[in-house]
DNA sequence: TCCATATATATCGCATACAGTATATTCTGT
DNA sequence: ACAGAATATACTGTATGCGATATATATGGA
């Protein structure tokens, strides 16, 4: 597959956005409703962060129930993974990323939990 | 020093910015008449894009007689210079960014050409 | 001092991104 | 078939990013 620089850089550009990505890159797979208790904002509002990410294919989703599940995309290029990594890497312990991490092992009634890494 | 990811995300997320960077990234060091000589848009948007590079402290720049040389600054945390070089990775061969570093060599009357690596 | 060159900044008009709210969809259990 | 839960989409108002154009600043030379 092939993602234009300006299409991954848009979509990671807004904190949201990141927050998600970063979370699914720790936990390999993640359902809307535990973005949306770790991030602390609206339903609506990961929903559609969630919409702009899968549209530009940095993430894919699966149902299972009633729980959609989100993973980063599995099929992206070394580099775009590559420049995620590094990006842990550069907010390692700054908030809110560091917090994020905990914050959702914190959630309670998770629904496939723990799938930490 | 410090850069938070959305800011050099931001940055990077416009593909005129991003090729003033990775062109800097190869050759050190460039005035704004090569940038827009190499990008071709107008003076003034280069110079804006530089300006929004500049307040993001993702590059540097030094006056010298009449011209302004810009570079990469070299100050920035590894983290962000490694996801430079995964872009410039991810994006070699590609339009318009192949094409830009070719470009630039081919550009007449360079102020104190070549400072090509 | 006047002019030309290189670069920067200001202004305007347009398009797009975003949050918030309301509503629709999809599934499960009864 | 119905109710409720999880998620998605639609709509609206506001703010911000962008290009185009005009103008300002800085430097060097005649």
């Given at each position: 597959m092939n993602i234009l620089p300006t299409t991954l850089y848009a979509?990671?550009?807004?904190?949201t956005r990141l927050r998600c990505l970063l979370l699914l890159l720790e936990?390999?797979?993640?359902?809307?409703?535990?973005?949306?208790?770790?991030?602390?904002?609206?339903?609506?509002?990961?929903?559609?962060?969630?919409?702009?990410l899968r549209e530009a294919e940095l993430v894919s989703d699966r149902r299972e129930g009633l729980w959609?599940?989100?993973?980063v995309n599995p099929a992206l290029p070394s580099w775009v993974t590559q420049v995620l990594r590094e990006t842990a890497r550069g907010v390692a312990g700054l908030a809110p990323f560091a917090d994020d991490l905990i914050a959702l092992q914190a959630m309670p009634n998770r629904p496939g939990a723990p799938r930490c890494a």
């Open positions: 979509a990671i550009a807004h904190e936990y390999e797979e993640l359902c809307v409703c535990e973005l949306t208790h770790t991030i602390g904002a609206a339903q609506p509002t990961i929903s559609r962060h969630l919409a702009l959609i599940y989100y993973r």
